[in-house]
């Protein structure tokens, strides 16, 4: 009866009231679906509302719908200039554009598929995709849409984007980019694999595998992680950071295993910048406005600090755990524990190094002067390990290196000299060595004119 109704709407499409056949096949329909209320109770019906054009497909219990066409389920509706609906599966196949809209948000794409029993939508080509609330984007190839769960996954190399105003009425975007992206709306939890990067602001990450939750405000990247913003490098085997949500600064990061962070401060009027660095196999740092306070290394501990006029002088800290700590992006005191050694650089007011100190004990404390940025005092501890140390002054070493220099060239000049008089000997005897080759040519000649 059904298909024999779509057949005569065919013969009245070229007549005065295609369209009022349409509706009416849309609301005959719409009751026809209601008719089993047993297998439909659970579930409100899918409902064409409009299409300017409407024909029975070859495939039995299939539509072919163009022009403006318009579907509605629940709270859901999806628009699309030509579909194909197969009423038995209950699946709308668009491929004259696609724009699904529903209570959270919207999905825009060249194509899409809406499939009712299982509530999920699917877009391709060009998708773009949105919230009610403008707080996040989608843009990629391809689009699934569990709208039970409210779960959008992408997996052609897509890209989120997560807007958060700021009290200065700015806004921070937050972007994922990968290979594929799972987003959990509910739970603000977004997955990410392959080739991923996260930016906001000034800082970047990278990795193979990262987990992102916005409700909790943390981050966990696995796989060859790199974590980089602004004056700070970390990079391990993973990485965990925390973020301050109210603030959107960087609270803490967690580095395990090959762990390795880098510390910079820039140059200011008349004083250096300077550089830390530290590896082992565990370190956490902990920051305030984006200011490193803390960081502490675990296991086979070693760091070094320099200025950045100075590359060449490192200050060293080993042991097997070290503990640093700052005050505005600067080194205050250190702490080296187990096996401890260090060396330290004096540097004088024309930035010449004079000299350096080298200790060793179970344990050694380090307090810095954070306007000159050097060293302030120097306390040992020893157990285990005597503690000991020594003051290398480089400045005498300097003057002895230059004196043998000196010495090696006046030894070179002097032997320079007599080789020089061993080789103007032949050349003195030449002029007597003629005189008698040639007396001796004058004898004979006189011989043989003699009779």
Same mark, same amino acid.
């Given at each position: 009866?059904?298909?024999?109704?779509?057949?005569?709407?065919?013969?009245?499409?070229?007549?005065?009231?295609?369209?009022?056949?349409?509706?009416?096949?849309?609301?005959?329909?719409?009751?026809?679906?209601?008719?089993?209320?047993?297998?439909?109770?659970?579930?409100?019906?899918?409902?064409?509302?409009?299409?300017?054009?409407?024909?029975?497909?070859?495939?039995?219990?299939?539509?072919?719908?163009?022009?403006?066409?318009?579907?509605?389920?629940?709270?859901?509706?999806?628009?699309?200039?030509?579909?194909?609906?197969?009423?038995?599966?209950?699946?709308?196949?668009?491929?004259?554009?696609?724009?699904?809209?529903?209570?959270?948000?919207?999905?825009?794409?060249?194509?899409?598929?809406?499939?009712?029993?299982?509530?999920?939508?699917?877009?391709?080509?060009?998708?773009?995709?949105?919230?009610?609330?403008?707080?996040?984007?989608?843009?990629?190839?391809?689009?699934?849409?569990?709208?039970?769960?409210?779960?959008?996954?992408?997996?052609?190399?897509?890209?989120?984007?997560?807007?958060?105003?700021?009290?200065?009425?700015?806004?921070?975007?937050?972007?994922?980019?990968?290979?594929?992206?799972?987003?959990?709306?509910?739970?603000?939890?977004?997955?990410?694999?392959?080739?991923?990067?996260?930016?906001?602001?000034?800082?970047?990450?990278?990795?193979?595998?990262?987990?992102?939750?916005?409700?909790?405000?943390?981050?966990?990247?696995?796989?060859?992680?790199?974590?980089?913003?602004?004056?700070?490098?970390?990079?391990?085997?993973?990485?965990?950071?925390?973020?301050?949500? +109210?603030? !959107? #600064? *960087?609270?803490?990061?967690?580095?395990?295993?090959? /762990?390795? %962070?880098?510390?910079?401060?820039?140059? &200011?009027?008349?004083?250096?910048?300077?550089?830390?660095?530290?590896?082992?196999?565990?370190?956490?740092?902990?920051?305030?406005?984006?200011?490193?306070?803390?960081?502490?290394?675990?296991?086979?501990?070693?760091?070094?600090?320099?200025?950045?006029?100075?590359?060449?002088?490192?200050?060293?800290?080993?042991?097997?755990?070290?503990?640093?700590?700052?005050?505005?992006?600067?080194?205050?005191?250190?702490?080296?524990?187990?096996?401890?050694?260090?060396?330290?650089?004096?540097?004088?007011?024309?930035?010449?190094?004079?000299?350096?100190?080298?200790?060793?004990?179970?344990?050694?404390?380090?307090?810095?002067?954070?306007?000159?940025? +050097?060293? !302030? #005092? *120097?306390?040992?501890?020893?157990?285990?390990?005597? /503690?000991? %140390?020594?003051?290398?002054?480089?400045? &005498?070493?300097?003057?002895?290196?230059?004196?043998?220099?000196?010495?090696?060239?006046?030894?070179?000049?002097?032997?320079?000299?007599?080789?020089?008089?061993?080789?103007?000997?032949?050349?003195?005897?030449?002029?007597?060595?003629?005189?008698?080759?040639?007396?001796?040519?004058?004898?004979?000649?006189?011989?043989?004119?003699?009779?």
């Amino acid at each position: 009866m059904m298909q024999a109704f779509g057949q005569r709407c065919l013969e009245l499409r070229g007549r005065r009231y295609p369209r009022v056949c349409l509706r009416v096949f849309a609301v005959l329909l719409a009751l026809a679906l209601l008719l089993p209320v047993s297998a439909f109770a659970q579930s409100s019906p899918l409902i064409m509302k409009h299409a300017d054009n409407l024909a029975v497909a070859r495939k039995r219990g299939s539509l072919l719908l163009e022009g403006r066409v318009f579907f509605v389920h629940d709270s859901v509706q999806f628009r699309t200039q030509r579909a194909t609906w197969n009423k038995d599966a209950e699946v709308v196949n668009c491929d004259g554009g696609f724009l699904f809209t529903h209570p959270s948000g919207f999905i825009q794409a060249k194509s899409g598929m809406y499939r009712k029993k299982q509530s999920l939508a699917t877009a391709m080509g060009d998708v773009i995709a949105g919230d009610s609330a403008s707080s996040y984007r989608f843009t990629g190839d391809f689009l699934e849409y569990d709208r039970e769960n409210e779960i959008l996954t992408m997996p052609q190399k897509p890209k989120l984007y997560q807007y958060e105003k700021r009290k200065d009425g700015g806004t921070d975007t937050l972007t994922i980019e990968a290979n594929k992206i799972i987003y959990n709306k509910k739970a603000s939890f977004a997955e990410a694999y392959k080739n991923v990067k996260v930016t906001q602001s000034d800082m970047v990450v990278t990795c193979d595998t990262g987990y992102f939750d916005r409700a909790n405000s943390w981050l966990s990247l696995k796989g060859h992680p790199t974590f980089d913003m602004k004056n700070y490098h970390l990079t391990g085997d993973s990485i965990y950071l925390t973020i301050d949500e +109210a603030k !959107k #600064t *960087l609270t803490s990061a967690l580095v395990i295993r090959n /762990a390795h %962070g880098i510390s910079k401060e820039d140059p &200011k009027k008349n004083a250096p910048g300077n550089v830390t660095e530290a590896f082992g196999d565990t370190l956490f740092c902990e920051f305030k406005d984006n200011k490193i306070e803390r960081l502490y290394v675990n296991l086979n501990a070693k760091g070094f600090f320099y200025e950045t006029d100075l590359p060449d002088y490192r200050n060293l800290m080993d042991g097997n755990r070290l503990d640093m700590y700052f005050k505005k992006g600067k080194m205050d005191h250190a702490v080296v524990s187990g096996k401890a050694q260090s060396t330290y650089f004096y540097v004088k007011k024309d930035r010449t190094v004079s000299g350096k100190n080298e200790a060793a004990g179970d344990t050694i404390n380090i307090v810095f002067d954070p306007l000159k940025n +050097a060293v !302030k #005092t *120097l306390r040992l501890l020893g157990r285990s390990t005597i /503690a000991s %140390g020594r003051y290398v002054d480089l400045e &005498k070493e300097q003057r002895e290196k230059a004196a043998k220099e000196k010495a090696d060239t006046t030894l070179t000049k002097l032997r320079g000299g007599n080789d020089k008089k061993e080789r103007r000997k032949p050349s003195a005897l030449r002029p007597s060595m003629n005189k008698m080759i040639k007396r001796a040519k004058e004898t004979k000649r006189k011989e043989e004119e003699s009779p």
